[in-house]
Each structure stands twice: as C-alpha cells, then as structure tokens.
C-alpha cells in the first residue's frame, strides 16, 4: 500500500466498494462474502440523509483548521499510541490540528447521544457497528465521498455504507478465535484443536478436561446475544429472515445451536455455573489455569500473555454444520453539522488506512488495522504467543457479521435475557426461544 498523503488522498474519488467491533474484556471486531456485508446494510429502515463531504475544497483552501476527534477504543492503556498516531498525521498535515477526546467506553454512547442531540457532536468521532446504523439513519453523518478507499479491506469498508453510500470508514478490527490451554490439553490426553473441528469433537474434548478436577472445566462460552447469533450461524440459522422482514429466533437451527450452547452448563457441566465461577471472570478463570477452552477476541493475547504461566495457543472456532466467526469493527465518522468537514475526513481516513497508522497500531498490539496490503499486516504474525497467529486470518474466511437493525441493543437484551433464564434453569431453551421471538416480533418494528 502506498503511503497516503492529504494530496493522494484528494486526488481520489471515492470507489464503490464491497463488514463488523468493539473492544473489551468481554464481548463487546476480512474476506466476508461481500453481498452479505452489504444486506447487513440494506436492512436499515431509513434512508440516510447526511451530507457529503468532499475533501478536496479544504486542500484549496490551504488555510489553518482545528478539529475535535471523540472515540471510546483507545481508553485503557493505547492513548498514548494515539497520541503518537496523531503527532504522525500533524507532521504531514501541518494545517490540521486535531483535538483528541478520548472516553471510557461505558459512558461513551450516552455521551455522544446527548451532544448528537443537542448540536455539540465532535467533527468526527468513532462509532461500533451496533450504533452506527442508527446514527447515520437518523442523518446524523456525512457522507464520505472524494476519499481513497483503495487500501481499505473491502468488506470492512461495505460494512459502514447505507444504500451505496459511504458514511464511515473501518478505524480498525479484530475478530473471535478458540484460545485453549494447551497443558490441560497435555493432562488430558487430548489431541489440541485444529481448523476442522466441530463442537462434537470440543465437545469431547472439555469431558476429558473436565475429569481432571472438581476446579477444572472445560471451556467458557458467554451466553450472550452475540455468542448465539454467531452460533446460530454455525448451525445454519439467523436472527433474521434473509429479507430482514421477519425474526426467525426459534428456527430449528437456532434451537440446535442455543441448547448446545446451554447443554454444556445445565446437562454436563463443563462449563461452570454463575454460583461455580464465584465472582470470578471468564479471563480470570483461564488465567487461572483452570478452564481448558475459552473463544474470545483477538484483544486477550496481550493480557493472556502477561498473565499465563502455561503453554497456550489458538485455532479457528469449532463449527456446528459450518463455520462462522465474528468480525467487529468500529466506524470512524463524520459529524454532518461540523463546519470542518473536509479536514474532518482527511484525519480519520489517514488514521483508518494509512501505513504509519496501521504500522503503530500492530507494534502497540492494539487491534488490527482494516487494510488490505498483506504486508502491513506481516508483521502482526511475529508478534507470539500465541504461535499460531494465522488462525486470526483463517477466522476470516468464515465471517458472520451481526444482524444490525436500529433497535439492536433492544433485540440483544431481549434475546440475552431469555437465554439466560435457560442457563439458569429457569427456562427450557426452546421455551426462551419462543419468548424471545414473540416479544422481538412485537416490540420491534422490522422493515
């Protein structure tokens, strides 16, 4: 990829390109097909109505300008990675100056709610997949155009367009991998996980690991929205009818893929209870030495890392009749009522695809950059454990983006509350189901 300068990045006009993030401890983000990042789209319920942007005016201005960036993911020790980011640009950009506001990402949506709300919106901040439908059909963005998207990976970059048109770019991704104590592994007997497993053979696996002690289980799966809709996917189902009219929450491919998922708490117990995990977090708890399997993001290898002192590693997630694999990825925006637009665009395009950015991102470990030149990314692959550093990338082949709809946090709790009421026992998993299609269907508006 070619360095990218303000005067390359004005020379281009935006292309049509043919997905999804957040960071955190738990779970908050690419070769996905690309029609099926461009339904996760089209299944917005507004046509967005921000204005364009075009960045060529303000390289003929040539004239001083400050800008107010806002993002949550850099909160928690990669600030200063920014910083040095920003200084990069400003060496290059000498006429734009960016004030940075970074903030914690539980306050970061109510924050950015009520200044949306009330006309004090930064120039341009970040947003994750799960808002960004909603801001940029409310009108709340600009539209990108006049920007060089040529670097960008192409199915990161069609996760933030609505109708054809671009309202985001990928500030950066990372996605979910099978990370498993491979000393456990060794007491057990049992052969480490590879690319072709399914959840019958992890299955077997957490048995065995399991009867290693009364203290030791065999795997954590959050019993989440976000892990059911991915397992879902495993197992052949959706959240979603394909023309995303109509929930189909209680098909029978998502009744195979949740009573897996709830199977493994309430009928063999490899893994723990709330009551058995004792305030204690599922990191934790792999930390520990005590859990043999754990699928979660990219974002734990640093922590795991500093944290083990046993032998780990990872591989591609089991697949019930297929594989799928998450994919998050945070949008960078512009606000459609700033007056800095063009500079606005200029900085998150540079700090979303640019080689200096990209470079400083993967020596920070801080996520990965949404780029498309192998080569910028190589030098991820050096960086261990875990050995197998690949497995991120073959994760890509496998992609299942989240079912993103206005009212996502609404079905997400819905969904999460019902399937926790069955791991609790409280509920049987098709009954959860059954309630959690009739309340979405009835609460929810679709198309």
């Known amino acids: 990829m070619k360095k990218r300068t303000v005067s390359a990045v004005l020379a281009a006009a935006l292309t049509a390109s043919a997905l999804t993030g957040c960071g955190g401890k738990a779970e908050a983000p690419a070769k996905e097909q690309t029609a099926q990042s461009q339904e996760t789209q089209e299944g917005t319920q507004q046509e967005a109505s921000g204005e364009s942007v075009d960045i060529s005016a303000e390289e003929e201005s040539g004239g001083e300008v400050t800008i107010t960036y806002a993002n949550f993911n850099a909160s928690g020790g990669n600030e200063e990675t920014l910083q040095k980011m920003y200084e990069a640009f400003h060496a290059e950009n000498p006429n734009i100056t960016v004030n940075i506001e970074t903030i914690g990402y539980d306050d970061y949506f109510t924050q950015m709610q009520t200044r949306v709300a009330g006309g004090t919106a930064p120039d341009c901040y970040e947003l994750n997949i799960e808002n960004f439908a909603a801001y940029a059909n409310k009108g ?44 456990l ?44 809709f991915k397992v879902a996917a495993q197992y052949g189902g959706s959240v979603l009818s394909e023309d995303k009219t109509a929930f189909t929450i209680n098909s029978p491919e998502n009744l195979a893929a949740a009573q897996m998922m709830i199977d493994k708490i309430v009928k063999t117990n490899v893994q723990p209870t709330e009551s058995q995990m004792g305030g204690m977090g599922d990191w934790d708890l792999f930390e520990s030495g005590r859990l043999g399997m754990i699928p979660t993001g990219i974002w734990a290898f640093g922590a795991f890392t500093d ?9 591609v997630e089991p697949g019930g009749t297929q594989k799928a694999t998450h994919f998050f990825s945070n949008a960078l ?63 890509l082949d496998y992609l299942a983006v989240a079912p993103i709809i206005e009212e996502y946090s609404m079905m997400a709790d819905m969904i999460t509350d019902k399937l926790s009421l069955a791991a609790s026992g409280e509920l049987t998993v098709e009954e959860a189901l059954n309630q959690a299609q009739e309340e979405c269907s009835a609460q929810i508006k679709l198309q």
């Open 307 to 315: 944290a083990c002192d046993f032998n780990w590693d990872i591989c």
């Open 185 to 228: 592994f060794d007491q057990a007997g049992v052969t480490y996980p590879d690319a072709a497993w399914t959840w019958d053979d992890a299955m077997a696996a957490c048995e065995k690991i399991s009867a290693l002690g009364d203290d030791i289980y065999g795997i954590y799966q959050p019993i989440t929205f976000n892990e059911f």
């Open 140 to 183: 709340a963005l600009a539209e990108l155009t006049g920007i060089d998207v040529s670097g960008y990976n192409a199915t990161a970059l069609s996760a933030f367009q609505v109708n054809g048109r671009q309202y985001g770019v990928p500030g950066n991704f990372s996605n979910v991998v099978l990370i498993y104590n491979k000393d």
């Open 333 to 395: 925006v512009v606000n459609k009522d700033s007056s800095k637009k063009e500079a606005a665009a200029a900085w998150i395009n540079w700090l979303a695809s640019s080689d200096e950015a990209a470079k400083m991102r993967i020596e920070a470990g801080w996520d990965l950059p949404a780029v498309s030149d192998e080569s910028v990314l190589s030098g991820y692959l050096e960086i261990t454990p875990p050995d197998n550093k690949q497995a991120v990338f073959d994760s």
